[in-house]
């Protein structure tokens, strides 16, 4: 013993180098100096019991001497008082002797018996501060939305940012609580809150289609006072002026077309403008999978701690009923000692009576004393060692229980954040769908109600091209009918010589370039008829596609060009049936003429009979060119 205090004590002069050198195992939580000191401590603990031992053991060994020495009554008395003091001193030794500064239990082996998973590195400590200033940002974020200028945008998203601002209070009350990072958590619905900054920022169909709306009422208006003049005109017997209040209704309603179209290009760049908002699923898919992945790993981080946590329960009662069995144990070979010393004092009484028959069993006993009492201070030292490391372990197991409890607490908070956050990012997707529906119906309705509005305006501009084109294949054909009439007086002014038929060669002349007037702006007005049709075929399909039943322009138009030229034909058979009568008689007279032509003894034949060189057949040129018309 005392060659183990010479030992010890030698090894607090060792260098620094080589005590840093030992510490190293024991340096995993903490700092080289610290690990110096409780070194240092610990050795000048092992050198008090030691030096415990050492005292305890030198007086057994006293004791052995005793026994070998002489016996009288005087040795008996001095054995006595080292018996005595061998009993202080053994309690002594009992209660003075302390392992508590030696390293008996550490978390490595508190994780390598009790099986654990979890390291401190993955678990969340008191010290460590919460991070949610990016929850605040979004609340910033969602307060901002809140105060848009535009008022009546918002309006179908307040309830939406309402809530989700609670919910986002919640969420920073729960994180201020723990010691979590939120900065993965607020990142999920900044892409969610974007598009509902952007679906805030679409343009209203209402307020682009204003100004379209009024230069529509307007033209409306002038059509109306068009119409009334064209009247007005056509009553009069003014013609030409109803003739160009017909062109300038065309050019209206060719106007009006144009602005349909454009209201077609303004709902057509909403519906564009609403078109990215139909893909939100995507947005909220890809938000609840990260919140997923987020969620799972919080609840295998929550496993994986209630497991080394239900461990460390199993373990905290193992050791609890080991050390009950110990201190039973120790107590019961405690007993079993002082019965033994006792049993061993009335033997060497009885020894010192039988002294001079019993010497070499009094040196027997007093040698079983000494391994005895050796025993029982190893025993003592283990024991005392056994505490210190039990204590150890229950500091262990506390502080290491006590962080896997907080990182539970924190997994739950961060399971509670994530729900909350999942349920705003799902409310402010369902508002957007919502908004991007309501929209898309609100622009399948005007679009309806547009092509309703091209359809009444197509009806009008189509029946007042129709009654146009109407009226310049009339006044065509009168011009032919004067073409014709003016050939036939200018082929009986030829046929007599007659000085009229200079003036009916330049009326003639004249209609014919007033027919190709009229030809080009007939052509004009068939090819805005059809281009108007053409641009109507989509509007078409798309009303009956709508299921609207409506009559065609075109069908209307031939209609009423069809109940028009009855009209005419009623007004000129009443006018013209002095007319036929005449005609009829006229063309008896022609045919008795073709029959004297065609008999032997007609005058006509005798003329050429005659007369080889007569004129050429003029005559019958012109019956033939009077008798086709009047055919």
Same mark, same amino acid.
């Given at each position: 013993?005392?060659?183990?205090?010479?030992?010890?004590?030698?090894?607090?002069?060792?260098?620094?180098?080589?005590?840093?050198?030992?510490?190293?195992?024991?340096?995993?939580?903490?700092?080289?100096?610290?690990?110096?000191?409780?070194?240092?401590?610990?050795?000048?603990?092992?050198?008090?019991?030691?030096?415990?031992?050492?005292?305890?053991?030198?007086? $057994?060994?006293?004791?052995?001497?005793?026994?070998?020495?002489?016996?009288?009554?005087?040795?008996?008395?001095?054995?006595?008082?080292?018996?005595?003091?061998?009993?202080?001193?053994?309690?002594?030794?009992?209660?003075?002797?302390?392992?508590?500064?030696?390293?008996?239990?550490?978390?490595?082996?508190?994780?390598?018996?009790?099986?654990? $998973?979890?390291?401190?590195?993955?678990?969340?400590?008191?010290?460590?501060?919460?991070?949610?200033?990016?929850?605040?940002?979004?609340?910033?974020?969602?307060?901002?939305?809140?105060?848009?200028?535009?008022?009546?945008?918002?309006?179908?998203?307040?309830?939406?940012?309402?809530?989700?601002?609670?919910?986002?209070?919640?969420?920073?009350?729960?994180?201020?609580?723990?010691?979590?990072?939120?900065?993965?958590?607020?990142?999920?619905?900044?892409?969610?809150?974007?598009?509902?900054?952007?679906?805030?920022?679409?343009?209203?169909?209402?307020?682009?289609?204003?100004?379209?709306?009024?230069?529509?009422?307007?033209?409306?208006?002038?059509?109306?006072?068009?119409?009334?003049?064209?009247?007005?005109?056509?009553?009069?017997? $003014?013609?030409?002026?109803?003739?160009?209040?017909?062109?300038?209704?065309?050019?209206?309603?060719?106007?009006?077309?144009?602005?349909?179209?454009?209201?077609?290009?303004?709902?057509?760049?909403?519906?564009?403008?609403?078109?990215?908002?139909?893909?939100?699923?995507?947005?909220?898919?890809?938000?609840?999978?990260?919140?997923?992945?987020?969620?799972?790993?919080?609840?295998?981080?929550?496993?994986?701690?209630?497991?080394?946590?239900?461990?460390?329960?199993?373990?905290?009662?193992?050791?609890?009923?080991?050390?009950?069995?110990?201190?039973?144990?120790?107590?019961?070979?405690?007993?079993?000692?002082?019965?033994?010393?006792?049993?061993?004092?009335?033997?060497?009484?009885?020894?010192?009576?039988?002294?001079?028959?019993?010497?070499?069993?009094?040196?027997?006993?007093?040698?079983?004393?000494?391994?005895?009492?050796?025993?029982?201070?190893?025993?003592?030292?283990?024991?005392?060692?056994?505490?210190?490391?039990?204590?150890?372990?229950?500091?262990?197991?506390?502080?290491?229980?006590?962080?896997?409890?907080?990182?539970?607490?924190?997994?739950?908070?961060?399971?509670?954040?994530?729900?909350?956050?999942?349920?705003?990012?799902?409310?402010?997707?369902?508002?957007?769908?919502?908004?991007?529906?309501?929209?898309?119906?609100?622009?399948?309705?005007?679009?309806?109600?547009?092509?309703?509005?091209?359809?009444?305006?197509?009806?009008?501009?189509?029946?007042?091209?129709?009654?146009?084109?109407?009226?310049?294949?009339?006044?065509?054909?009168?011009?032919?009918?004067?073409?014709?009439?003016?050939?036939?007086?200018?082929?009986?002014?030829?046929?007599?010589?007659?000085?009229?038929?200079?003036?009916?060669?330049?009326?003639?002349?004249?209609?014919?370039?007033?027919?190709?007037?009229?030809?080009?702006?007939?052509?004009?007005?068939?090819?805005?008829?059809?281009?108007?049709?053409?641009?109507?075929?989509?509007?078409?399909?798309?009303?009956?596609?709508?299921?609207?039943?409506?009559?065609?322009?075109?069908?209307?138009?031939?209609?009423?060009?069809?109940?028009?030229?009855?009209?005419?034909?009623?007004?000129?058979?009443?006018?013209?049936?002095?007319?036929?009568?005449?005609?009829?008689?006229?063309?008896?007279?022609?045919?008795?003429?073709?029959?004297?032509?065609?008999?032997?003894?007609?005058?006509?034949?005798?003329?050429?009979?005659?007369?080889?060189?007569?004129?050429?057949?003029?005559?019958?040129?012109?019956?033939?060119?009077?008798?086709?018309?009047?055919?």
């Amino acid at each position: 013993l005392s060659r183990q205090i010479e030992v010890v004590s030698g090894s607090t002069r060792r260098p620094a180098q080589q005590l840093s050198t030992w510490s190293q195992p024991m340096s995993s939580y903490n700092s080289t100096t610290e690990d110096d000191v409780t070194l240092e401590a610990a050795r000048k603990q092992k050198i008090h019991n030691l030096k415990l031992k050492t005292a305890c053991l030198e007086n $057994e060994e006293y004791i052995q001497e005793l026994h070998v020495s002489d016996w009288s009554e005087t040795q008996k008395g001095k054995l006595l008082a080292a018996h005595e003091k061998a009993a202080e001193l053994l309690a002594a030794v009992e209660t003075g002797t302390k392992w508590n500064l030696t390293q008996a239990y550490d978390l490595p082996k508190l994780m390598r018996v009790c099986g654990l $998973e979890m390291g401190q590195r993955e678990l969340y400590k008191p010290e460590d501060k919460p991070q949610f200033m990016d929850i605040i940002a979004l609340k910033k974020t969602l307060q901002e939305l809140k105060q848009n200028k535009n008022k009546t945008r918002i309006v179908s998203f307040t309830n939406m940012i309402d809530n989700t601002i609670d919910k986002v209070e919640k969420t920073e009350e729960e994180l201020r609580r723990s010691q979590l990072d939120a900065t993965q958590l607020s990142a999920v619905p900044v892409s969610t809150l974007k598009q509902v900054e952007d679906i805030m920022n679409v343009t209203n169909i209402q307020t682009a289609l204003s100004s379209t709306e009024d230069q529509v009422k307007a033209i409306l208006e002038q059509i109306e006072k068009v119409t009334e003049i064209q009247n007005v005109a056509l009553s009069d017997g $003014e013609m030409q002026v109803a003739e160009e209040q017909m062109y300038l209704k065309v050019q209206l309603l060719e106007k009006l077309v144009e602005l349909i179209k454009t209201k077609f290009y303004i709902v057509k760049t909403v519906r564009d403008e609403n078109q990215p908002f139909s893909r939100i699923y995507e947005t909220q898919k890809k938000s609840h999978q990260e919140l997923t992945q987020m969620k799972e790993a919080k609840k295998r981080l929550k496993q994986r701690c209630e497991t080394d946590l239900k461990h460390i329960h199993d373990a905290i009662q193992k050791a609890d009923l080991e050390d009950a069995e110990a201190l039973k144990r120790f107590a019961s070979n405690k007993d079993k000692s002082e019965r033994f010393i006792q049993d061993n004092l009335e033997k060497q009484d009885e020894a010192w009576r039988k002294i001079q028959d019993l010497e070499r069993q009094l040196q027997k006993l007093g040698t079983e004393r000494f391994e005895e009492i050796k025993r029982r201070i190893d025993e003592n030292d283990r024991e005392e060692k056994r505490r210190v490391e039990y204590q150890q372990f229950l500091e262990v197991v506390s502080q290491h229980k006590k962080l896997l409890e907080l990182t539970v607490y924190n997994c739950d908070v961060c399971l509670r954040c994530i729900g909350l956050t999942e349920e705003c990012v799902a409310e402010a997707c369902a508002a957007i769908k919502a908004r991007h529906d309501k929209c898309n119906n609100e622009l399948s309705e005007l679009s309806l109600d547009v092509r309703k509005e091209y359809l009444e305006f197509f009806r009008m501009l189509h029946l007042a091209l129709g009654n146009l084109i109407y009226k310049k294949e009339k006044k065509l054909e009168s011009i032919d009918r004067d073409i014709r009439t003016n050939h036939i007086q200018l082929e009986f002014c030829i046929e007599t010589f007659d000085a009229n038929a200079k003036k009916h060669a330049d009326q003639k002349k004249q209609l014919y370039v007033v027919r190709a007037q009229t030809e080009e702006e007939l052509k004009m007005l068939k090819d805005k008829q059809q281009n108007a049709t053409e641009e109507f075929k989509p509007t078409e399909t798309a009303l009956l596609e709508a299921g609207i039943e409506f009559v065609h322009p075109q069908d209307e138009a031939t209609e009423e060009t069809l109940n028009r030229r009855s009209k005419m034909v009623e007004y000129r058979a009443h006018l013209n049936k002095q007319e036929e009568v005449k005609i009829a008689a006229e063309r008896e007279e022609i045919k008795r003429a073709k029959t004297l032509k065609q008999s032997p003894t007609s005058p006509q034949k005798l003329y050429n009979a005659q007369s080889p060189r007569t004129p050429p057949s003029t005559g019958r040129q012109a019956i033939g060119s009077l008798a086709q018309p009047l055919t």
